[in-house]
């Protein structure tokens, strides 16, 4: 594996690969790389000649500074994972070589990011269409890789490849868990013991909300998921809002979408964790 850090070497090595014809697969993350990192990089691998992961902890995403300086770094654990799962490129830029100039593009990414995320952290969607627009011009990969934890997120990030035109394919890939339901996140080794433990709840009454929906409308099932994760000490749930999976916007019917998914943000002591579940019927 090679490891880019300039922007001139990664355009210079992508040259390279497009004249061999070879196809590419990006996955961007931020590091702290687990193994729902490297199930989007299996992913790639299996359906692209080069696979190139980008590392970097995209400041203009972070509304919050404490976030930001908090969000774990582990460049070296990163590249032996990295190697391991047969990576080809990994560009790990300085915050200077992504940004040797303010970013001042402000995307109209509509209604997708008008709700939930959108509200809760103004500015951090425009930071991602900021920095995947980017990587998308550096690298001008056939396919992009994106994880379905961050449901929203792939939405913004259509609209966003909408908006600027890119010829190419996300691709997004199922939660991966732990083996007590925790969504996998770079943020959980934040988590402390007793965090951790309880933690698992937020998945484990998602899904017995899957059973109480049957029976129950979407503001009670709402309702019923927000006091039962309230009720688990350290645990509060900034919001969870039920949404047409096509539009991202709020339904208050079942049958308002044709595949609901109910997303939740909760924060378990100071660390803020985000889950979904899909309200298959
Ligand atoms: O999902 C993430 O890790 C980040 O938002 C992304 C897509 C790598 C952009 O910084």
């Known amino acids: 594996m090679k490891v880019i850090r300039t922007v001139?070497?990664?355009?210079?090595?992508?040259?390279?690969?497009?004249?061999l014809r070879h196809s590419i697969g990006l996955v961007p993350t931020m590091g702290a790389l687990h193994a729902g990192h490297i199930s989007l990089i299996d992913r790639a691998r299996a359906n692209n000649d080069i696979v190139v992961v980008s590392v970097f902890v995209n400041p203009t995403q972070f509304n919050n500074p404490d976030d930001l300086r908090t969000y774990p770094r582990t460049e070296d654990a990163d590249c032996e994972k990295l190697i391991s799962a047969g990576v080809d490129y990994a560009f790990i830029p300085s915050v200077e070589e992504i940004y040797p100039?303010?970013?001042n593009r402000v995307f109209d990414l509509g209604p997708v990011a008008d709700v939930m995320e959108g509200p809760m952290r103004p500015g951090h969607f425009n930071g991602v269409a900021q920095?995947?627009?980017k990587l998308f011009s550096m690298v001008e990969p056939n396919r992009a890789y994106f994880g379905e934890k961050d449901f929203q997120q792939i939405a913004v990030i259509r609209r966003m490849v909408e908006l600027e035109g890119f010829n190419l394919d996300i691709i997004d890939c199922p939660i991966k868990r732990e083996d007590d339901g925790l969504a996998m996140s770079s943020r959980n080794v934040r988590l402390t013991p007793e965090q951790r433990s309880i933690a698992p709840n937020i998945a484990r009454t998602l899904n017995a909300s899957l059973d109480y929906s049957l029976s129950h409308s979407v503001a009670e099932t709402k309702q019923y998921v927000i006091d039962k994760i309230n009720a688990f000490p350290q645990m509060e749930v900034e919001y969870y809002e039920i949404v047409n999976a096509a539009t991202m916007q709020p339904i208050n019917d079942w049958n308002d979408a044709q595949l609901a998914v109910g997303c939740i943000t909760v924060y378990c002591g100071d660390v803020r964790l985000i889950d979904n579940i899909k309200y298959i019927r």
């Open 131 to 133: 920095i995947v627009s």
């Open 8 to 19: 001139a070497e990664l355009k210079q090595k992508i040259t390279e690969e497009k004249a």
């Open 101 to 103: 100039e303010p970013d």
